[in-house]
């Protein structure tokens, strides 16, 4: 029986680290939050919670949202994209053979507690969905998403246990994953922003099980995306503020790029691109007693997965528009922000 992860521990790291830090200016820079609605290049959505992670629907209508911690009995949202509405996505039980760990028999409900999605379809036509959970168990949870009149739900398959916490996870066509394990070499008491390494990328698949990908140990492992023909996984260093490309094949890194900030979650374009967006210009001056949360800039920007050349997307420059940024997604000529705090995203026009 694997050991439960204390949720609690989990989002105590990220309070820990999120406490530390503000706009690198002198003194505290703590505007309030800019109100919903548009401003200039950006429009603030608001009715969610630390929508953390995205995904598109395949008729590309809806957002998939990943509601980051525990505090509510939807954690797992569709956003319409034409009413910009939020509705809680229907969660069914089926289990089935191929679909993770054959000791994984139970469901976990709407209990699940969502960090890092992935959406691909299998092999054999189905559209898989992976989610990074966090509460009763670590696991990767196994559903299928599929239509459901003219929106979408999830049938949970399966499970796999996680020895150590998954952050963020890329689904491939024949079941497996590769997943980020951020906090692998973590102990009580270190400083997660020292610039050693942290933790490392781990795959998993149905014969061999989970195994340590070598030469990922990076400070604070964090979004993951791998190549259409499985050949190389695309990492973030969230701490290290960097970008990693690893080829599975040799099993070595053969590129990384210093971004400039903390890239959280990596996804794909429709053009075969991908976004990378995280917090920008901080410093460990925010002070103590604070009772509101320090302002953080973000930055979007795309990354040639070839050449690993960057061009910058959405600069915030200070705006206080969003906390947290942890993602961003491209459909429908439209980028969509996504934080692991705060109840609201952003979206602008790319």
Request: charged share 20%; proline share 6%; hydrophobic share 35%.
């Amino acid at each position: 029986m694997k050991k439960p992860f204390c949720l609690f521990l989990l989002l105590s790291l990220f309070a820990s680290v999120m406490a530390s830090v503000s706009i690198a200016q002198p003194g505290a820079f703590r505007p309030p939050l800019l109100d919903c609605g548009r401003y200039e290049d950006a429009e603030m959505i608001c009715g969610t919670r630390a929508p953390e992670d995205f995904e598109v629907t395949p008729d590309g209508r809806y957002l998939i949202v990943a509601k980051f911690g525990q505090g509510d009995d939807s954690p797992i949202d569709l956003f319409n994209l034409q009413s910009k509405t939020f509705t809680a996505m229907t969660i069914t039980n089926d289990p089935q053979a191929g679909w993770g760990d054959v000791t994984c028999t139970d469901t976990i409900g709407e209990q699940v507690s969502p960090h890092g999605l992935s959406l691909s379809q299998r092999n054999s036509g189905e559209w898989q969905f992976y989610v990074v959970n966090h509460n009763v168990r670590e696991s990767m949870e196994m559903y299928e998403l599929e239509q459901n009149g003219d929106t979408w739900r999830l049938v949970w398959h399966g499970c796999v246990f996680a020895e150590v916490p998954y952050n963020d996870v890329a689904a491939l066509p024949d079941g497996s994953y590769v997943a980020t394990r951020p906090t692998a070499f973590l102990g009580e008491g270190d400083n997660v922003f020292s610039g050693e390494p942290t933790g490392n990328v781990a795959s998993w698949n149905a014969r061999d099980g989970e195994s340590v990908l070598p030469g990922t140990e990076i400070g604070y492992p964090n979004g993951v995306l791998v190549s259409a023909d499985g050949r190389y996984a695309y990492i973030s260093g969230w701490t290290t503020s960097d970008y990693h490309k690893y080829d599975l094949s040799s099993q070595e890194e053969v590129a990384r790029v210093d971004l400039g900030f903390m890239p959280d979650n990596l996804t794909w374009t429709p053009g075969g691109k991908i976004l990378a967006a995280g917090i920008k210009g901080i410093n460990g001056n925010c002070p103590a007693d604070s009772d509101s949360p320090c302002l953080q800039g973000f930055e979007v920007v795309q990354v040639e997965p070839g050449s690993s050349a960057i061009t910058h997307v959405y600069n915030s420059n200070q705006r206080a528009l969003i906390n947290g940024v942890s993602v961003a997604i491209e459909t429908g000529g439209n980028v969509y922000i996504g934080s692991f705090q705060g109840t609201r995203m952003v979206r602008i026009s790319r």
